[in-house]
T-cell receptor, first 114, second 113 residues
Framework: SAVISQKPSRDICQRGTSLTIQCQVD?????MFWYRQQPGQSLTLIAT?????????ESGFVIDKFPISRPNLTFSTLTVSNMSPEDSSIYLC???????????FGDGTRLSIL | AQSVSQHNHHVILSEAASLELGCNYS??????LFWYVQYPGQHLQLLLK??????LVKGIKGFEAEFIKSKFSFNLRKPSVQWSDTAEYFC???????????FGSGTKLNVKP
């Protein structure tokens, strides 16, 4: 397994602003993912963060709203842009080493938009 | 689209009671199956996993789960719960050779001492 650190752990933001969430892993990982968990709902995959290339987004999520960077094998960022109250959620980073193997999760970032 | 259903949203048990949490999924092909647990204030942790073979799998802390292919189910069980099992439990399905996980909405378990 690995130690996965997410920053910030929580934040309260104003409508229309943007926030960047960081995910740092203490070892190199093949795959990094970003999920959203809205209140009372399941975890939903936003995108797969690809090292050195553009992220792969799931249906319903777009790069303009959720730009993602992954400059190396241990670090990724997710930006939530032009936030609205509907973006209030927990955002989770997860990592994996091989296909079809368990993913490991960070502590999440609890985001509230006023 | 694939879906994962956890029918029990909130379960309250007394210590030593038996636990069974339901999980059903809609994907028709080969799947890998997981249960994750999130203790209060902690991150999601893997509880157990099923890839192939014996459909009854054992995980940490006395938990087990049974894969019933004909019912598309992967229910989590524990014969005797403890107060420390109070947590939220998530079922996850990973279609084979498909690098995505689909999660259920979670079940909050509250064990009364």
């Amino acid at each position: 397994s690995a130690v996965i650190s997410q920053k910030p752990s929580r934040d309260i933001c104003q409508r229309g602003t943007s926030l960047t969430i960081q995910c740092q892993v203490d070892s190199q990982v093949t795959m990094m993912f970003w999920y959203r968990q809205q209140p009372g709902q399941s975890l939903t995959l936003i995108a797969t963060a690809n090292q050195g290339s553009e992220a792969t987004y799931e249906s319903g999520f777009v790069i303009d709203k959720f730009p993602i960077s992954r400059p190396n094998l241990t670090f990724s960022t997710l930006t939530v842009s032009n936030m609205s109250p509907e973006d209030s959620s927990i955002y989770l980073c997860s990592v994996g080493w091989r296909d079809n193997q368990p993913q490991h999760f960070g502590d999440g970032t609890r985001l509230s938009i006023l | 689209a694939q879906s994962v259903s956890q029918h029990n949203h909130h379960v309250i048990l007394s210590e030593a009671a038996s636990l069974e949490l339901g999980c059903n999924y809609s994907y028709g092909g080969t799947v890998n199956l997981f249960w994750y647990v999130q203790y209060p204030g902690q991150h999601l942790q893997l509880l157990l996993k099923y890839f192939s073979g014996d459909p009854l799998v054992k995980g940490i802390k006395g938990f087990e789960a049974e894969f019933i292919k004909s019912k598309f189910s992967f229910n989590l069980r524990k014969p005797s719960v403890q107060w420390s099992d109070t947590a939220e439990y998530f079922c996850a399905v990973n279609p084979y050779n498909f690098n995505k996980f689909y999660f259920g909405s979670g079940t909050k378990l509250n064990v009364k001492p």
